[in-house]
């Protein structure tokens, strides 16, 4: 079965400190995967997607097929990266979401 | 603004009503999305439109769910006798084309009571 896991409902780290929200999936197939975030009282929005290898507000992800991750990662956190973050996997051109990590970046 | 524009932002209904939810999508984008989003969740997919048609509603949970596209434009999700579990925020995206980015309304909030 298609599946998306993110194992942390909620991760708080001190500003300046590293970053990685973790992404596990369930694929047969060449997956495509997304980060998306979703900023206090704003509407979901792209952050990432794997095929495009770009690095978006300093954030960073690739897709590891032999552990079946795509973990996000951020080498520095800022206090406006505090968000909700969604790992996505594009199935049949619908999104299969993860359940979303809450991070908090403390100052 | 030319995002994508959900109406209403907010509705309260009682159980076994009828409620129909709106989304606009950015003008010229073919693709329409519906997905739903309970507490503590991440969304799940309804049912996609290309152009006016339904290409896939295998995510609609029942028949009381229906949704329509006429114009291949504006979209409708109509839910009949509404019941408490169908509380939840309903997500409406656009892309403009199958598997090009899709854009987020800032959904609308749904609560049966």
């Known amino acids: 079965a298609q599946r998306v896991t993110q194992p942390e409902k909620l991760l708080s780290v001190f500003k300046g400190a590293p970053v990685e929200l973790k992404c596990n999936y369930s694929y047969s197939g060449s997956p495509e995967l997304f980060w998306y975030v979703q900023y206090s009282r704003q509407r979901l929005q792209l952050l990432l997607r794997h095929i495009s290898r770009e690095s978006i507000k300093g954030f960073t992800a690739d897709l590891n097929k032999g552990e079946t991750s795509f973990h996000l990662k951020k080498p520095f956190a800022q206090e406006e990266d505090s968000a909700m973050y969604y790992c996505?996997?594009?199935?049949?051109?619908?999104?299969?979401w993860g359940a979303g990590t809450k991070l908090i970046i403390k100052p | 603004g030319a995002g994508v524009s959900q109406t209403p932002s907010n509705k309260v209904t009682e159980k076994g009503k009828y409620v129909e939810l709106r989304c606009d999508p950015i003008s010229g984008h073919t693709a329409l999305y519906w997905y739903r989003q309970s507490l503590g969740q991440g969304p799940e997919f309804l049912i996609y439109?290309?152009?006016?048609?339904?290409?896939?509603d295998s995510g609609l949970p029942n028949d009381r769910f229906f949704a329509v596209r006429p114009e291949g434009s504006v979209s409708t999700l109509k839910i009949q006798r509404t019941e408490r579990g169908d509380s939840a925020v309903y997500l409406c995206?656009?892309?403009?084309?199958?598997?090009?980015?899709?854009?987020f309304g800032q959904g609308t909030r749904l609560t049966v009571v």
């Open positions: 996505a996997l594009l199935s049949n051109y619908q999104l299969i």
């Open positions: 995206a656009s892309s403009m084309t199958l598997n090009t980015e899709a854009f």
């Open positions: 439109f290309q152009g006016t048609g339904a290409a896939d």
